[in-house]
């Protein structure tokens, strides 16, 4: 055993050791953001997540003071789930063979004043803070977006959604639980995000449809991409997925987790922010908007659809290469419209092709009306951003 003991011991130091080379290879300096959760379900104020960031040398910490109160709402994550979101972002950033032991977390100070949102006390419910843990990251991002803009991606969207339905079919019970979490990833400095995809701090997917639809009382009427939906940018971000579930049994409870209805996934770089969350009851039929989180039965033969929020994006719009925008009208992952709108690039129909000269007539208009405008990324609500969308 004792033996065995120092070889522990110095996995953990060698582990340290490693850590600190990465954070000093970081520059040093103190940058702050703030991202915000809608509300906890109770009250519609928005759940502001301030963060304080600075890197010294071979130590970093992170300092959430700032962050709003605990909220009523079983949405609060408790703090050691507060730490690991901070220790997952910071393992994006160093070498992947590091071990994720507690060397790995010696160099990081976490702090967040008792009773914030991040830190809660008892009798705080947390059994939903997967999605808190996601805006953490998040939030973690965008302060290191500020320190290192020619690393870090946009906000990613979707991957906060849990839809829950609950009922009984021919006198048997049945629950159905799916965490939509193949959100979409936020532009980067490399490239444009990828579409469909989880974010970098989880590892879940959604359901099959063939699995949903043998085993539970529910009929997925559709499934695919969401058209717009994408943060506008030199690399785009990527398109948030669209799901509708049609209850056949004669009525179920549904509990719906989401977010990003009121605060869209940041752009990075003069990018411009993702689409919102929707979530739309009967669509095209007695249509009603529904809130970020809910509890209610639906009835046979209703309808439930999920467009979730599209990644951010990177980079100044105005600088993506024309032939990229009119490839995603060619696959329908940009309409014509947007295509003018976010990237000033004209397309002629029939066949579809760039109009090369009114493209560069139309850029030089919309980059002479906007004048200078702020790269760094930041929290854009719905009003803010003037889409609906």
Known sequence: ???????????????????????????????????????????????????????????????????????????????????????????????????????????????????????PQHPAPVAARGLAGFRICQTVFGALARALP???????????????????????????????NDGPRGGGPLRDGVDGACSPIHNMANTPIESIEAEQPLLIRRYGYAPDSAGAGRHRGGLGMVREYEMLAEEAMVQLRSDRTKFLPWGAQGGKPGSRTLNILNPGRDEEALPSKFLRWLKKGEVYRLVQAGGGGWGDPLDRDPEAVLADVIQEKVTRERARSDYGVVIRPSPEVVDVEATQQLRGQMQGARGTFSLEPRACSVEESGSGR
């Open 150 to 180: 020619d690393r870090i991606p946009a906000a990613w969207g979707g991957g906060e959604v849990g839809f829950t339905c609950a009922g009984y079919l021919e006198g048997k019970p049945f629950v159905f639980l799916e965490f939509n």
């Open 1 to 119: 055993p004792d033996s065995l003991q120092v070889y522990m011991n110095d996995i953990i130091d060698a582990t340290e050791t490693l850590t600190r080379a990465e954070i000093d290879a970081l520059p040093d300096g103190s940058w702050s953001f703030t991202d915000y959760v809608d509300d906890d379900g109770f009250s519609p104020d928005p759940i502001a997540i301030q963060v304080a960031l600075t890197i010294n040398g071979d130590e970093m910490r992170v300092d959430f003071t700032g962050t709003s109160p605990q909220a009523k709402g079983s949405i609060n994550p408790n703090f050691a789930f507060t730490k690991s979101a901070v220790y997952a972002v910071l393992k994006c950033l160093t070498d992947p063979t590091l071990t994720a032991n507690a060397g790995f977390f010696r160099p990081i100070e976490v702090i967040a004043p008792p009773g914030c949102f991040v830190n």
